[in-house]
């Protein structure tokens, strides 16, 4: 199966990009080389995007590192913690129901590598409070895989507004649309969005 290891294969998904539009050979060369972001995976890489679900990656960040403190960033430590401690680390009592459960429910985090991408995220979406955005995440990040692409992030919408020059920030149809001739190489072309995000913006859209 394939699987981003290394830039050299962020370069070969680019100049995929590159070939296939006209927008991305005008304005990739200038954002390259692009961040590899690949996650240990397992527990720790399904809760670092269940934390940033839905907040700023400073926010996040500050959650991540007040979990870590309070010995409450594995499996074990969370599955034992009340509402109350992960409230005190900033946890929103969804975000904290979510993790107990995750952690209590002993995923086969080797095995998921084994599984092509549609049934990957149909076992993580199967988890309490698990939907397809921070699956995706996971098989982008953690997995490596190459034409993932999380079509429901707000940052990649918002990139592909001011890319294309659109009239308003596409929703995760039409951003799955336009993302077609991307393939197989959709992850790379999430990372030049990012990418892209983080310059016209000056912040990061993802951790």
Known sequence: MR???????LEEGAAHLIRVCPVWARELPALLPLPLRRWPEGFAAIRDAV??????????????GRMASAGLAEEAGIAAANDEALRAVGLSRPKARTLRGIAAAR???????????????????????????????????????????AAGDLALAEAARLLYALPGRPGPAALTALAEPWRPWRAVAARALWAYYRVAKGREGVR
């Open 3 to 9: 699987e981003i290891r290394d830039p050299a294969d």
């Open 51 to 64: 934390v940033a679900q839905q907040i700023s990656t400073a926010a996040a960040s500050a959650i991540g």
């Open 107 to 149: 995923v086969d985090w080797p095995g998921l590598r084994a599984l092509p991408d549609d049934q990957a995220v149909a076992v993580l979406t199967a988890l309490p409070g698990i939907g397809r955005w921070t699956a995706e995440i996971y098989l982008k990040f953690a997995l490596g895989r190459p034409d993932v692409f």
